[in-house]
């Protein structure tokens, strides 16, 4: 039975070890962290759930290929009550005013047609793009399990062209109303476009983008049971330092404690910018050579909080998006914080207390600032991180008086985190943004002048994400399955 040797326990990694395993192959992953899962983190803080990743999830909507992946992964599958539905995915505030995505689409464009029945001819035109965009994702139609082709859609739709050359900034620019303008606007990082929008619009209200129970801990811990579960070896706190090459080929991995494990088959599961280089003493491939040299393509992290809130519920439900003030320090400044009450769940918070978690979207140079300063002065890192807090309570308190004298910090985490834990190079914790006029594609993950070698992750997928990089990691499992004949 031939081995494929995977380098990283994160999504890819396991996925890419449980496909391996489906398919008769012997899949050792070996991660060098504790316990797998990457990305998919979460830890505890006096008696609280502090969940890193998991903010909604697509393919928990039954009828969609990706539920099958993670039924395959172990992730869904076993019956509804695995997923933790909601009734709307964020909420924008201007003022007194909020806009939220609502789950039923008729009500979010009798929301919009209520703030601003002047601007019909754009609202509709908006609907109906999300409404043609649920269509090619299979979620389409009353029971949200239509899938139409791109002609038909497009059809439907003809403003999907027109919102492919536009940002989700330019979208939001096509609107008057400063609420409308603010929701559109400050959901997503700088630098996507419009369709990644329009996508996650339509997703959620296609009955998908939910939660799995227990969050991302219990994703991690259910995608490491399965990967046992089809023979695989997990080998943990086992950190690569070298690829040996020879004749073509990935000889050995060389590990940090010294011990060295051969590989018939190599799946590389890491940030390429840390591969090659470091690893492999050989130049990135071409065409991920390409997206890393793209300034479209932009590499973003951010700054997360975590608040104990002593009283058994909050003001707000959901995600909320705040605005940033022009005077939050410039070290986080953006356009928005976004503020998720994250006590949906009974082991989340203590009995009578409740968890807010922000998270603030920070550029490729502000991430690196947070590198850079924690490597040079870890006082001062630290002294920033509680100043951000104190900032980021104070926005807290002015929306939410009724909160105050009952929020203490729970913890912070800054790009610099990400790179420590995931050793991103940026401290990423997705790729790159997906923009206007760029359509995503997935790369190969070959490595040339290395037939067994192959690359998965989030990196070879515009924007990344979960699914992708699950998606990247079965199929670098197929290709070796395929090879050994075992398709």
């Known amino acids: 039975m031939e081995n494929v040797l995977i380098i990283g326990g994160g999504v890819a990694g396991l996925s890419a070890g449980i496909y391996a395993g489906l398919k008769g192959l012997r899949a050792t992953v070996c991660e060098r962290l504790p316990v797998a899962g990457g990305c998919l983190s979460a830890w505890d803080r006096r008696g609280f759930t502090v969940d890193n990743c998991i903010h909604w999830l697509t393919g928990t909507n039954p009828r969609t290929a990706l539920y099958k992946l ?9 019956g509804g009550e695995e997923i933790r539905k909601r009734d709307c995915l964020f909420t924008a505030v201007e003022g007194e005013e ?3 995505l609502s789950r039923d689409p008729s009500l979010f464009e009798k929301r919009l047609l209520a703030l601003a029945p002047e601007e019909e001819k754009e609202i509709s035109a908006l609907c ?3 409404a043609a965009m649920r269509d090619l994702e299979g979620v389409g139609g009353p029971g949200c399990d239509r899938k139409r082709g791109f002609l038909p859609a497009l059809l439907s739709a003809p403003e999907l062209v027109r919102y492919a050359l536009l940002s989700a900034e330019g979208l939001s620019e096509r609107f008057r109303h400063p609420l409308i303008r603010r929701f559109l606007r400050d959901f997503m990082p700088e630098g996507f476009g419009a369709l990644a929008l329009i996508y996650t619009m339509a997703v959620f209200t296609g009955e998908d983008g939910d939660l799995p129970r227990g969050g991302s801990r219990a994703m991690a811990e259910n995608m490491t049971a399965r990967f046992l579960e089809t023979g695989g ?3 943990p706190g086992k950190e690569a330092v070298r690829i040996e090459t020879g004749d073509g080929r990935a000889k050995a991995v060389v590990f940090r404690d010294g011990s060295r494990l051969p590989a018939d088959n190599l799946i590389l599961t890491l940030d390429p910018a840390r591969i090659f280089g470091e690893l492999l003493e050989r130049p990135m491939p071409r065409d991920l050579q390409k997206q890393y040299q793209n300034p479209a393509l932009r590499r973003f992290s951010a700054f997360h909080a975590a608040f104990a809130a002593e009283t058994p519920s909050l003001p707000f ?4 998006i705040l605005p940033l003030p022009g005077d939050f320090p410039e ?3 953006g356009r928005a914080m976004l503020l998720r009450n994250a006590s949906g769940e009974e082991e989340t918070a203590p009995a009578g207390k409740s968890l807010i978690q922000t998270m603030i979207y920070l550029g490729e140079e502000q991430a690196k600032a947070f590198i850079a ?3 040079r002065d870890i006082n001062a890192y ?3 991180k509680e100043r951000l807090c104190r900032e980021e309570e104070a926005l807290l308190l002015r929306r939410f008086p009724e909160l105050r004298g009952k929020l203490s910090l729970l913890d912070a985490w800054t790009p610099a985190s990400y790179k420590r834990y995931v050793a991103s190079e940026i401290g990423s914790f997705m790729s790159f943004t997906l923009p206007e006029r760029l359509a995503p594609r997935a790369l190969s993950g070959r490595v040339p002048g290395l037939r067994n070698v192959r690359l998965a992750g989030q990196w070879l997928r515009l924007p990344g994400g979960l699914p992708m990089a699950a998606e990247s990691g079965r199929d670098a499992a197929l290709y070796f399955a395929k090879k050994a004949g075992r398709a």
Do not use: H, Q, Y
């Open 233 to 235: 070896a997990l080998l």
């Open 382 to 384: 630290r002294r920033l």
């Open 128 to 130: 109906r793009a999300v």
């Open 70 to 78: 993670w039924k395959d992964l172990g992730v869904l599958g076993r």
């Open 317 to 320: 439900t959901g995600d909320l």
């Open 98 to 100: 909020t806009l939220s």
């Open 373 to 375: 300063l924690r490597e």
């Open 331 to 333: 070290e986080a400044r």
